[in-house]
């Protein structure tokens, strides 16, 4: 056995190849496959002609043998083992024997003629080249026999370079072959001998020769095909055995495999699992983070949304209290204005009211009414309002000596405040009102937002209570005379206030006392749209005078309209059932039920005769008062911030006036004291600790209460 080695080599032509790997490798023994022995007369193959290019190409040096499925078809010795040259398959030369060739070629011929085949069952060489061939060119190769050139199956072929040297003759060749050869002569060549000698010294007949040839080309035969036989059992029982071990050895592979893919197998049902299991965990965890973002995020929106409103809730409360405190501060401040030694008002110099008003600076003018202009200053760290008169002709003087007479004496919550006057240049001193008049509010002049209804409802009485006020002063009635919403002030907390009360009467004393309707005859005066139509004929003015001014305001309040051909609109749209036509809608969804009854008081209001008209105080106050508490916001209503202790944040009872400026509730303040000495609301050093009581504060806040007026719950 053989041990061999697969080498794989590319090239384009495959002759070239092998000789370019023989000599690369100095290979000497080559021997190259071939297929089975063509039959006769037939084109050589593809696969012949190949091995044949092949053994032609191999180097010189290089022995080629030529094998197929029967056994060695040729070969092609190297110049080492050749001494010359070689030519053909064999060589032909001039040989004596030629009886020898004769007898070999007859017995051939017979041989075929009795098998019908050629020798040993191999396709038999051209009787030409075997009648040529020449047996001491035969007998010249070590190893070779007859039986083997007879059949074919050790034919000496060599290349155009190679050549077998001939011997010179058959006998001698065969002797010397035998002779130089450490071999024993075999049975078939002593027989050959035998045959030939026999042939060339004797005249024996044919047959004997015929059947020596016979019987030794049979015997060689016979056992050619058993060595065969052998050799390709063998064979096969060597493939076979590789082929049990590669099949047992593809087996355990293929058992391992499978082993191996049910393992994998498992293991990937098992990793599968897990990563399912992760993945299911993975989403659980996905979903609870998605539920807790969705959750953050409410949360986040939700405490954003509370953060607006408690910062919201914050800035108003901060500006509540800061508008609170500037209230407090400016109530107070005017206050201390009115308490200077027994005077009913403060004197201030023509120095201080110039200086007030820059100068009377254009910028700071308010505006300008009939019997002066007004304009906005500032007096002792508060801001004011003043009033400087024309001329000093006699009516201007009157007008200032009238108002200056009743502001001076009287105090109401809705009646503009009087802190001083300036008696020698005709000056008037107010507290400021920051919302302006109530009629710029309507018309919404300078772009000013409108009045809520709500709030239309509350003005409305609190002008009818501070004209019932006036009505009920004593000794003697007051009438305004002028009252439009002109002449009705603003504070910042929309709170309504009546003012310029310069064409205000008072009525007899002695006619007071009587349960009739009270008229004085005076000069006309006020505006044309408000006044009296009884007062315009007559001259007479009496307090429902002033009613009808305010049924005429109300009317404004509702629809924010001119008082020109007012009261008739306004009727068609009560009898037609249509009040909403007419009602200001920027004012906001008003109540329909009590704006038809706000409408028709005011209309009552404005009846031609004195004596048709509601009596204020008993019919119109009271149905304002109820109509304000039945449109009032809960939440919404309060107090005066000038009414509320600083100290206890409460309505006071017992108001004192502290060296400060500020008002206190006495007790308060006296148990402040004992600790202290610095002001509650500037935390500033007090010059001294006496208390004076604010009756001023005082009356008013039992107006208010009087009024309907209800303290903040704790």
Same mark, same amino acid.
């Given at each position: 056995?053989?041990?061999?080695?697969?080498?794989?080599?590319?090239?384009?032509?495959?002759?070239?190849?092998?000789?370019?790997?023989?000599?690369?490798?100095?290979?000497?023994?080559?021997?190259?496959?071939?297929?089975?022995?063509?039959?006769?007369?037939?084109?050589?193959?593809?696969?012949?002609?190949?091995?044949?290019?092949?053994?032609?190409?191999?180097?010189?040096?290089?022995?080629?043998?030529?094998?197929?499925?029967?056994?060695?078809?040729?070969?092609?010795?190297?110049?080492?083992?050749?001494?010359?040259?070689?030519?053909?398959?064999?060589?032909?030369?001039?040989?004596?024997?030629?009886?020898?060739?004769?007898?070999?070629?007859?017995?051939?011929?017979?041989?075929?003629?009795?098998?019908?085949?050629?020798?040993?069952?191999?396709?038999?060489?051209?009787?030409?080249?075997?009648?040529?061939?020449?047996?001491?060119?035969?007998?010249?190769?070590?190893?070779?026999?007859?039986?083997?050139?007879?059949?074919?199956?050790?034919?000496?072929?060599?290349?155009?370079?190679?050549?077998?040297?001939?011997?010179?003759?058959?006998?001698?060749?065969?002797?010397?072959?035998?002779? /130089? %050869? &450490?071999? !024993?002569? #075999? @049975?078939?060549? +002593?027989?050959?001998?035998?045959?030939? =000698?026999? *042939? $060339? /010294? %004797? &005249?024996? !007949?044919? #047959? @004997?020769?015929? +059947?020596?040839?016979?019987?030794?080309? =049979?015997? *060689? $035969?016979? %056992?050619?095909?058993?060595?065969?036989?052998?050799?390709?059992?063998?064979?096969?029982?060597?493939?076979?055995?590789?082929?049990?071990?590669?099949?047992?050895?593809?087996?355990?592979?293929?058992?391992?495999?499978?082993?191996?893919?049910?393992?994998?197998?498992?293991?990937?049902?098992?990793?599968?699992?897990?990563?399912?299991?992760?993945?299911?965990?993975?989403?659980?965890?996905?979903?609870?983070?998605?539920?807790?973002?969705?959750?953050?995020?409410?949360?986040?929106?939700?405490?954003?949304?509370?953060?607006?409103?408690?910062?919201?809730?914050?800035?108003?409360?901060?500006?509540?209290?800061?508008?609170?405190?500037?209230?407090?501060?400016?109530?107070?401040?005017?206050?201390?204005?009115?308490?200077?030694?027994?005077?009913?008002?403060?004197?201030?110099?023509?120095?201080?009211?110039?200086?007030?008003?820059?100068?009377?600076?254009?910028?700071?003018?308010?505006?300008?009414?009939?019997?002066?202009?007004?304009?906005?200053?500032?007096?002792?760290?508060?801001?004011?309002?003043?009033?400087?008169?024309?001329?000093?002709?006699?009516?201007?003087?009157?007008?200032?000596?009238?108002?200056?007479?009743?502001?001076?004496?009287?105090?109401?919550?809705?009646?503009?405040?009087?802190?001083?006057?300036?008696?020698?240049?005709?000056?008037?001193?107010?507290?400021?009102?920051?919302?302006?008049?109530?009629?710029?509010?309507?018309?919404?002049?300078?772009?000013?937002?409108?009045?809520?209804?709500?709030?239309?409802?509350?003005?409305?009485?609190?002008?009818?209570?501070?004209?019932?006020?006036?009505?009920?002063?004593?000794?003697?009635?007051?009438?305004?005379?002028?009252?439009?919403?002109?002449?009705?002030?603003?504070?910042?907390?929309?709170?309504?206030?009546?003012?310029?009360?310069?064409?205000?009467?008072?009525?007899?004393?002695?006619?007071?006392?009587?349960?009739?309707?009270?008229?004085?005859?005076?000069?006309?005066?006020?505006?044309?749209?408000?006044?009296?139509?009884?007062?315009?004929?007559?001259?007479?003015?009496?307090?429902?005078?002033?009613?009808?001014?305010?049924?005429?305001?109300?009317?404004?309040?509702?629809?924010?309209?001119?008082?020109?051909?007012?009261?008739?609109?306004?009727?068609?749209?009560?009898?037609?059932?249509?009040?909403?036509?007419?009602?200001?809608?920027?004012?906001?969804?008003?109540?329909?039920?009590?704006?038809?009854?706000?409408?028709?008081?005011?209309?009552?209001?404005?009846?031609?005769?004195?004596?048709?008209?509601?009596?204020?105080?008993?019919?119109?106050?009271?149905?304002?008062?109820?109509?304000?508490?039945?449109?009032?916001?809960?939440?919404?209503?309060?107090?005066?911030?000038?009414?509320?202790?600083?100290?206890?944040?409460?309505?006071?009872?017992?108001?004192?006036?502290?060296?400060?400026?500020?008002?206190?509730?006495?007790?308060?303040?006296?148990?402040?004291?004992?600790?202290?000495?610095?002001?509650?609301?500037?935390?500033?050093?007090?010059?001294?600790?006496?208390?004076?009581?604010?009756?001023?504060?005082?009356?008013?806040?039992?107006?208010?209460?009087?009024?309907?007026?209800?303290?903040?719950?704790?």
């Amino acid at each position: 056995q053989v041990e061999a080695q697969v080498l794989l080599v590319e090239g384009n032509d495959v002759a070239d190849t092998i000789s370019s790997l023989v000599s690369q490798y100095k290979i000497q023994i080559l021997v190259v496959g071939n297929s089975s022995s063509m039959i006769p007369f037939t084109r050589m193959s593809s696969v012949t002609r190949t091995s044949s290019k092949i053994c032609k190409s191999v180097p010189s040096f290089c022995t080629a043998y030529v094998v197929s499925k029967d056994g060695l078809s040729s070969v092609y010795a190297s110049e080492s083992e050749s001494g010359l040259p070689s030519g053909s398959l064999v060589p032909k030369g001039n040989s004596e024997s030629s009886e020898t060739e004769e007898f070999i070629d007859s017995s051939i011929s017979d041989l075929d003629d009795s098998s019908g085949r050629g020798l040993s069952g191999f396709p038999s060489l051209p009787r030409s080249n075997l009648a040529s061939e020449n047996l001491e060119s035969i007998s010249s190769v070590e190893g070779f026999n007859l039986y083997d050139y007879l059949t074919g199956n050790a034919s000496v072929y060599a290349n155009k370079d190679r050549r077998i040297t001939p011997c010179t003759g058959a006998q001698s060749s065969i002797s010397s072959q035998f002779q /130089g %050869s &450490d071999k !024993v002569p #075999t @049975k078939e060549s +002593s027989l050959l001998g035998f045959m030939l =000698s026999d *042939k $060339k /010294g %004797s &005249d024996k !007949v044919p #047959t @004997k020769q015929n +059947s020596l040839l016979e019987l030794m080309l =049979s015997e *060689k $035969k016979v %056992s050619g095909n058993k060595d065969d036989i052998s050799t390709e059992l063998e064979k096969l029982k060597l493939e076979l055995g590789h082929i049990q071990g590669a099949y047992k050895l593809v087996q355990d592979e293929s058992v391992d495999a499978s082993h191996q893919v049910n393992e994998l197998a498992a293991r990937r049902m098992e990793v599968e699992a897990q990563l399912s299991e992760i993945q299911a965990r993975v989403d659980k965890a996905n979903d609870d983070v998605q539920e807790q973002m969705a959750q953050r995020l409410l949360a986040e929106e939700a405490a954003t949304q509370l953060k607006d409103l408690v910062r919201a809730e914050v800035m108003q409360k901060n500006r509540l209290l800061a508008k609170a405190s500037k209230d407090a501060d400016r109530k107070a401040r005017l206050e201390k204005l009115l308490v200077l030694q027994g005077d009913s008002y403060s004197t201030f110099t023509w120095e201080e009211i110039d200086n007030a008003t820059a100068s009377f600076s254009e910028s700071l003018k308010i505006g300008t009414g009939s019997n002066g202009t007004v304009y906005k200053g500032h007096l002792n760290h508060l801001d004011v309002a003043i009033k400087v008169l024309h001329s000093n002709d006699s009516t201007s003087t009157k007008h200032f000596n009238q108002e200056l007479e009743v502001l001076s004496r009287i105090r109401h919550p809705h009646l503009l405040m009087l802190l001083g006057a300036c008696p020698d240049k005709g000056c008037l001193v107010y507290e400021y009102m920051e919302n302006g008049s109530l009629a710029d509010r309507l018309q919404r002049r300078k772009g000013t937002p409108a009045i809520p209804w709500v709030d239309r409802f509350r003005i409305a009485w609190e002008i009818a209570s501070a004209l019932v006020f006036l009505h009920s002063t004593k000794p003697s009635p007051i009438i305004h005379r002028d009252l439009k919403p002109e002449n009705v002030l603003l504070d910042s907390n929309l709170v309504s206030k009546i003012g310029d009360v310069g064409l205000s009467t008072l009525m007899p004393q002695k006619e007071t006392l009587s349960n009739r309707t009270v008229y004085k005859r005076t000069g006309l005066a006020g505006t044309l749209f408000y006044l009296d139509p009884e007062y315009q004929r007559s001259g007479q003015v009496s307090v429902k005078s002033d009613t009808y001014a305010l049924g005429m305001v109300i009317l404004e309040l509702l629809t924010a309209k001119s008082p020109i051909g007012l009261p008739e609109l306004v009727e068609r749209a009560v009898e037609d059932g249509q009040i909403t036509d007419v009602l200001d809608k920027s004012a906001g969804d008003w109540p329909v039920k009590e704006a038809h009854e706000l409408a028709q008081l005011g209309l009552k209001c404005l009846e031609m005769r004195s004596k048709d008209r509601p009596d204020l105080k008993s019919v119109v106050a009271v149905d304002l008062e109820r109509l304000k508490h039945s449109t009032a916001v809960p939440g919404l209503a309060g107090p005066p911030s000038h009414f509320m202790c600083p100290i206890l944040k409460k309505v006071m009872k017992n108001p004192c006036l502290a060296a400060d400026g500020y008002s206190y509730e006495h007790d308060a303040i006296v148990m402040w004291l004992c600790d202290q000495n610095t002001s509650p609301v500037t935390k500033a050093q007090l010059r001294d600790k006496k208390l004076v009581p604010n009756l001023s504060l005082m009356s008013a806040i039992a107006s208010w209460m009087a009024q309907g007026g209800r303290p903040l719950m704790e």
